[in-house]
């Protein structure tokens, strides 16, 4: 293979013969004329690709696209059915977290082990162990039995082996996606100081900006086939009007504005709804929340123009985030305010209670209170997240506040779509005039 290539397919396939029934398996291999019981499915089909050294590229699709198949087959987890696979240099690969990790043995211990199975020795293990253990920061968790492990303990560890062992080549399949959104940038930021030293990265992930910002091209994989083989934007584009064809109710910034006026949401009704148990909410805001136990959020939802409970919009749709607060204790009088930030924890927006004039005075013991931010999600397409606060006033012009409830992790969204390309992530709004001297 030629030394600018690391990776080449030519007409690979991977085939798994379906049974209906596990009896059918033995009756078709003792069948005396060979007659089949079994159906083939192509988790790949025809696929030719040559990846060249230094490239760096994202792979894209629906779930049972091809994409992971295509990751194992070139890490020799899988071996193909048809077509020839030649891959030059040595890979580290992230596909499934913990997978060749002995669970009794220590991080450390599994951390050498890795190494000499990637071809290390143990001087040149020695000699990156700091590294990788101050990367991982999972404190002394790292000589604990890796079978005590969180999946985000598993996703540190495994990637700071990868990333530090020097490979040619790095495979990413959204393993940081169970990360913190520190470690995730922490990663990103690793992974950009691999690309700038030559290392051929093939990274698998949802994120499209993620997709946009590392890779320089894209391949979208539509049941087993490749659709599609250009720029990283390009292909991002492809996967959305997929996205989009899967979603026809959605409607666009156009359509929804010639659309008549929304009828006023059910929680106008029956306001009481909001306060009810919301497990996904309970769920999330245990997440590294602070309390005092004066004032507590029951809820924190993310609304569209009909009142729905959302986790994805498109851009510049009209949301509502609404806040139900229950108050424990009276208080002279509270705020609350929200950030919006980025999945690597880059704070966007923020607006509060102060800054809208909405400072609820003299709340009694018992009282429960609605309060609903409206606006124009004019970001850029990816996910991102709201943090919520709710506070009593100490001294509002030196902004002292006392701290009642904060939540990190309210609420989850993604902006799936826009239309302009974006250079940063928000839109800020200009009066905007021409002037001809």
């Known amino acids: ?34 007659k089949r019981y ?40 899988l071996t193909p059915t048809t077509g020839t696979l030649n891959v030059s240099g040595r890979i580290a690969s992230l596909l499934e977290l913990g997978a060749g990790f002995n669970p009794e043995m220590t991080g450390i211990e599994n951390i050498y082990m890795n190494g000499t199975i990637m071809g290390l020795s143990r001087q040149e293990m020695d000699e990156r162990l ?13 000589r604990q039995p890796v079978k005590m492990y969180s999946s985000g303990m ?50 698998v992930s949802h994120d499209w900006a993620a997709v946009k910002n590392l890779c320089q091209r894209g391949v979208v994989l539509e049941k087993g086939r490749v659709k599609l083989d250009g720029t990283a934007s390009e292909a991002v584009e492809e996967y959305r009007r997929m996205q989009l064809d899967d979603r026809q109710g959605n409607l666009l910034p156009e359509a929804a504005a010639n659309q008549p006026a929304a009828p006023p949401p059910a929680a106008d009704i029956s306001p009481n709804r909001w306060f009810d148990d919301n497990a ?38 009209t949301l509502t985030l609404r806040m139900a607060i229950a108050v424990h204790e009276a208080v002279p009088a509270f705020g609350a305010g929200y950030h919006i930030r980025n999945e690597a924890g880059m704070e966007l927006i923020y607006s509060d209670s102060k800054i809208e004039n909405a400072i609820v005075d003299q709340p009694q013991a018992g009282s429960r209170y609605l309060l609903d931010w409206k606006f124009r999600a004019e970001l850029r397409e990816g996910k991102y997240n709201i943090a919520a606060v709710v506070s009593v006033p100490v001294d509002l012009a030196a902004r002292r506040v006392e701290c009642c409830d904060f939540v990190p992790l309210a609420v989850q969204f993604s902006i799936l779509f826009n239309e302009d390309e974006m250079g940063g992530y928000v839109h800020w709004h200009n009066d905007v005039t021409v002037q001809e001297v």
Do not use: W
Request: charge should be negative; include cysteine.
């Open 1 to 34: 293979m030629d030394n600018g290539i690391a990776i080449e397919l030519v007409g690979v396939s991977k085939v798994y013969r379906l049974y209906d029934r596990p009896s059918d398996r033995l009756r078709e291999s003792l069948h005396p004329f060979h």
């Open 280 to 317: 996904e909410f309970r769920q999330t805001a245990t997440y590294q929340r602070i309390q005092n136990g004066k004032l507590e959020f029951c809820n924190v939802v993310l609304l569209d123009e009909a009142g729905t409970p959302v986790h994805e919009a498109v851009y510049g749709q």
């Open 130 to 142: 700091d590294d990788i253990v101050a990367f991982a920061d999972i404190g002394e968790f790292i």
């Open 154 to 203: 598993f996703a540190r560890v495994a990637f700071a082996v990868n990333a530090f062992v020097e490979p040619d080549i790095l495979i990413v399949d959204e393993a940081l996606s169970v990360g913190d959104a520190f470690f995730q940038a922490k990663c990103i930021d690793k992974m950009k100081h691999l690309l700038e030293s030559g290392v051929t990265v093939l990274f």
């Open 38 to 77: 079994s159906r083939d499915f192509y988790a790949l089909r025809d696929v030719t690709l040559t990846i060249r050294k230094g490239e760096t590229v994202g792979f894209i699709g629906r779930n049972g696209a091809g994409k992971s198949t295509l990751l194992k087959l070139i890490t020799g987890v």
